[in-house]
């Protein structure tokens, strides 16, 4: 069986290592054969393919990006569509796809299943925001480079006796900005799930500064103070539709100055947080990801795809993993803010 291999949408740490997952469990155990497809699903749309053997993946599992590249192009629009997508994938004698990729990714790929293409996929995403799996590779390296750059931020913001916010990935879910901020010891976490007021974001920094401590905010990008109705945003729109955010800390960073008098900087971490090595954490994982991957494939389990459960690899629909996001339960906020201030 052959099989053709993509990886689609924003890039994260770990891909790599699904790659070399899928390709040594699928070969040695399975006799599957891989042919890399390059860019995502333009590449698929294209025929734009290159070798995917043993002696190809050799050392990248502690790489970070993709080597077969990324892209988020929507495979239907264009020159895309079913009929396309058959035809390249019969071209090149390609018996079933195995997709690595975020909610977009996996929307496409449950649809090109309902339309009878075999297909496989892995979830992908830094976010952490799919709702099939307790956690995506990606997230873990996301996390450290955070929480290394609050870290920094913090002996300088102590230096100067400012107010340091620093905003972090986030489209809809908070967990980055959670799990960062709580390992920087922050003195605010603002994320998408809990709309906050200008006057809670100042009585948290001013009781900071009155401890003789410089306040550290962390804010996702997908964030929203109670006066907004939609994210922040001066990018467009990307493939899907979706618009690019950013910069919400460089609004509310004025705003704090203003109401506060503390000098405040803010510093946008964006992509430096998918870029690098992945951690070790995140190696394991997306290595098992991918070795099951492989497995599913040989089972025929079309329209599904893996995922992490406690400390298990299981296998779940599509569809368990679109519809509803994995949010931030204010419980685990309302935990983290007991330590705010």
């Known amino acids: 069986m052959r099989i053709g291999v993509l990886t689609s949408g924003g890039d994260a740490p770990g891909l790599n290592a699904v790659i070399r997952g899928a390709v040594l469990n699928g070969e040695r155990q399975y006799g599957l054969d891989f042919i890399g497809i390059r860019d995502g699903w333009r590449g698929l749309v294209d025929a734009d393919f290159q070798q995917l053997e043993r002696s190809d993946v050799k050392g990248i ?83 450290n480079i955070a929480t290394d750059a609050m870290d920094r931020l913090r002996t300088t913001g102590d230096s100067h006796h400012r107010c340091m916010v620093a905003e972090v990935m986030g489209r809809h879910v908070g967990w980055i900005a959670l799990h960062s901020g709580m390992a920087a010891g922050a003195h605010a976490i603002l994320i998408p799930e809990r709309k906050t007021s200008l006057d809670e974001i100042v009585g948290w920094v001013q009781s900071a500064a009155s401890r003789g401590r410089a306040p550290l905010v962390v804010v996702a990008e997908g964030f929203l103070l109670n006066t907004m109705d939609d994210a922040h945003s001066e990018r467009g729109l990307d493939a899907f539709g979706r618009p690019r955010l950013g910069g919400i800390g460089e609004q509310l960073a004025p705003l704090i100055e203003q109401a506060t008098g503390i000098e405040t900087r803010a510093t946008t971490l964006g992509h430096i947080q998918r870029g690098g090595t992945p951690s070790a954490f995140d190696r394991v994982l997306a290595t098992r990801f991918g070795m099951n991957a492989a497995r599913i494939i040989s089972e025929e389990g079309w329209g599904q795809m893996v995922a992490l459960r406690g400390t298990d690899i299981v296998t779940t629909p599509f569809e368990a993993a679109l519809g509803q996001l994995k949010q931030v339960p204010m419980d685990r906020w309302d935990e983290a803010a007991l330590l705010f201030g």
């Open 61 to 143: 599992g502690k790489m970070g990006g993709t080597i077969l590249g990324s892209s988020r192009t929507n495979p239907f629009e264009g020159n895309g569509g079913i009929d396309r997508i058959n035809q390249v994938m019969s071209d090149a004698k390609m018996d079933a796809l195995l997709v690595i990729g975020g909610e977009g990714t996996l929307a496409a790929a449950n649809r090109l299943a309902e339309a009878g293409i075999k297909i496989v996929g892995v979830p992908k995403t830094v976010d952490n925001d799919l709702s099939a799996t307790d956690y995506t590779f990606g997230f873990d390296t996301a996390v």
